[in-house]
């Protein structure tokens, strides 16, 4: 019964060097989703995925990119961290976007 | 512009005083309005959707309300471990699918 399950849960890194934020759930959902919280800013969705194959742009998706690979993943890459991009960042799913979502524990990540 | 807007920012409550936490939303047409409840350290936990003017929802101590404008989180007699941060979010029937999210109430209950 392991719901979204994220790696890792803590990060730091260096300006410039690239990581991948991984992501799978288990409850054969359909759409799926990357945020970032802030303090003051709230929860933005950087990308999100309907259906398995397909990929949009959120609110906040510069600098950031996904992959979909296949209905339990979805993966979030950084390709050159920068500060800006410290935050907790969580991954959700659903099984249409209609419905509440439910996210993992989140990844914090500290960019220096 | 579709905006979401909770209120108090915080509130804190004794043991058993019941009470209420408001979400406002401006969007052009509603398709579902949620309520979550995050717990420092951890990701949101979905409580209710809400998808039309009249509805409620309880779930314990919990029981949700909405209105064309807003939507209600009433707490009746809470307990220590309802203390958290809430979370509403609005779906907007015009947009694709993205939520629009409030900043949330942080509620703390006082034994």
């Known amino acids: 019964n392991a719901g979204v399950t994220q790696t890792p849960k803590f990060q730091v890194l260096k300006t410039g060097q690239s990581m991948t934020l991984q992501c799978a759930q288990d409850?054969?959902?359909?759409?799926m989703y990357w945020y970032r919280q802030d303090p003051g800013m709230g929860l933005r969705l950087i990308y999100y995925s309907a259906s398995e194959g397909t990929t949009d742009k959120g609110e906040v998706p510069n600098g950031y990119n996904v992959s979909r690979l296949n209905k339990r993943e979805f993966s979030l890459r950084l390709e050159s961290a920068a500060p800006s991009q410290t935050s907790v960042y969580f991954c959700a799913s659903s099984e249409v976007f209609t419905y509440g979502y439910t996210f993992g524990s989140g990844t914090r990540l500290t960019v220096v | 512009e579709d905006q979401v807007t909770q209120s108090p920012e915080a509130l804190r409550l004794q043991e058993g005083e019941s009470s209420s936490l408001n979400c406002s939303y401006t969007v052009s047409g509603l398709r579902g309005l949620f309520w979550y409840r995050q717990d420092p350290g951890k990701g949101p936990e979905f409580l209710f959707t809400l998808y039309s003017a009249g509805e409620e929802k309880e779930k314990e101590r919990l029981k949700a309300t909405l209105t064309k404008k807003e939507s209600f989180l009433h707490i009746t007699a809470p307990k220590p471990e309802d203390s958290a941060t809430y979370l509403c979010?609005?779906?907007?029937?015009?947009?694709?699918?993205?939520?629009?999210w409030g900043l949330g109430t942080s509620l703390a209950v006082n034994p």
């Open positions: 409850m054969n959902h359909n759409s």
């Open positions: 979010a609005v779906l907007n029937a015009g947009n694709n699918r993205k939520l629009i």
